[in-house]
């Protein structure tokens, strides 16, 4: 264990344990107390480890980073220098500076009576007893050191609450921005509640404003009711020293649905932590990954899927590109459970590692001790068929173009995925820029220009 890499984390809890709970709220503070002592029993998981084997935890957390536990406010206003649209797409846009909302973020009039999006801090004025039965409850802190660190630090949050019998037509956009001129470490906390027979559909977008390193925390916990619906898109485009350590905790209930897409374009390094437990029979998962790297760029996503009761489906697809000397890590468990008959599961993972220095690592899993399922999962690593390329250059497309072709075929399937048209041609059109070396920054950022 490297003592240096947490330490400094345990010495910075026990110098401003006060200030923490002083800017936050009760239902936050309650658990700092046991994340604390959990931490200081695990430190950060080492390689040995082997759910972070592909990932050093320990170096990512090891520089020493600024906070902002004070909660100052950053002179920025980002509705006005920023803009980050998806065409045909209407939203509901909100804005989370490093890990504050933005207080210019307006919330529309026209919500439907009960649904609320906006601070934690608000919520727990507002709905305490919601708050306090749903935070913290499905994320691990006894046992993921990373839930441990991020519950000890954070000090507010995001909150979706969308009452029983609610459809939420509008999707609801929240573009993550992180702004600093310093190294700077920000934690964020994201619940999600999607009561019975209630819809949501959910868009966060992750850029970086700065050229400096970023690390982010990010604990994000979701409940889905029975017959409920949740659509999560995730979009990572920041930059090479931007580093993501990102845990999300999914709990669906009788005959609900989910459908979870994450697609790095740009990053630094990633960890991205997915955990899905279907709790009611007729439940239904969809999680996918897209991933686009080069240069010295790393992405590991870890996903487990719990089948506990009968008669529930989940479907995995991650697909990486990857280029030059990065790094791809994939592994995928399964875990269906004695009870769990009748569960339908198919994972895949599939990886094109398009030059010798690029490598992937991937290990999906099925682990099942009951007799009566469909379950199935494999991988593939490999590089873009030759007899393709010949077959289009034969046509007159260039060689460049028939691999850019190729790969954003490749990629494409994930985008598929997703059922938001607007939002699917957006993606298709990111894709393609990203391949072509035009993605350089958003379209809408006034900052570069």
């Known amino acids: 264990m490297n003592k240096q890499s947490h330490q400094q984390y345990i010495e910075l809890y026990e110098q401003f344990a006060e200030v923490l709970a002083a800017h936050s709220v009760p ?6 107390g046991e994340a604390f002592s959990a931490f200081c029993k695990q430190g950060f998981p080492s390689r ?6 592909y990932t050093d935890i320990q170096a990512l957390f090891a520089p020493d980073y600024g906070l902002n536990l004070q909660r100052l406010d950053v002179p920025f206003q980002p509705e006005e220098l920023f803009h980050c649209e998806v065409p045909n797409l209407s939203t509901l846009l909100f804005y989370v500076v490093n890990d504050t909302l933005s207080p210019l973020s ?70 993550n921005l992180l702004k600093a001129n310093v190294p700077l470490m920000v934690c964020r906390r994201v619940l999600i509640i999607v009561e019975e027979q209630a819809e949501a559909k959910i868009l966060f977008c992750d850029h970086a404003l700065e050229d400096v390193q970023f690390l982010t925390s990010e604990v994000m916990e979701a409940y889905v009711g029975e017959n409920a619906s949740l659509e999560i898109y995730s979009l990572e485009e920041t930059h090479q020293k931007n580093i993501r350590v990102s845990n999300t905790y999914v709990e669906q209930q009788q005959s609900s649905r989910l459908n979870h897409q994450s697609i790095t374009l740009h990053n630094g390094q990633t960890r991205n932590t997915f955990e899905v437990l279907l709790n009611g029979a007729g439940a239904e998962c969809w999680l996918g990954g897209g991933v686009i790297a080069d240069k010295q760029q790393r992405v590991d996503n870890n996903t487990l899927i719990t089948h506990r009761v009968p008669h529930c489906e989940s479907h995995e697809l991650y697909k990486y590109v990857l280029n030059e000397q990065s790094t791809g890590a994939f592994a995928g468990r399964v875990l269906v459970e004695k009870d769990a008959q009748k569960t339908v599961s ?31 999962h494999g991988s593939t690593v490999g590089q873009l068929n030759e007899a393709a390329l010949f077959y289009m250059q034969q046509r007159g497309i260039s060689l460049a173009e028939a691999k850019l072709l190729l790969q954003t075929a490749f990629i494409g399937e994930v985008i598929d995925q997703v059922p938001l048209a607007p939002l699917r041609d957006r993606l298709r059109y ?20």
């Not at 040995?48 to 084997?53: F, G, L, P, Q, S």
């Not at 649904?115 to 306090?132: D, N, T």
Request: aromatic share 6%; net charge positive.
């Open 27 to 32: 239902v936050m503070n309650d658990r700092r």
């Open 48 to 53: 040995k480890e082997e759910r972070y084997k």
């Open 106 to 175: 307006s919330i529309p009039s026209s919500l439907p009576q009960g649904v609320f999006i906006g601070s934690m801090k608000q919520f727990a004025a507002e709905q305490p007893e919601i708050l306090r039965k749903h935070y913290g409850r499905l994320a691990p802190v006894a046992t993921d050191s990373l839930v441990a660190l991020n519950t000890m630090l954070a000090q507010d949050g995001l909150v979706v609450y969308i009452p029983r019998g609610v459809r939420l037509e509008k999707t609801i956009q929240v573009v």
């Open 346 to 376: 198919q994972e895949t993972n599939q990886n094109l590692c398009m030059t010798p220095e690029a490598r992937m690592y991937t290990q999906p899993m099925l682990e099942i001790y009951a007799d009566d399922v469909k379950c199935s």
């Open 430 to 449: 990111l894709v393609d820029q990203r391949f072509r070396g035009q993605l350089n920054h958003c379209e809408g950022c006034k900052l570069c220009k």
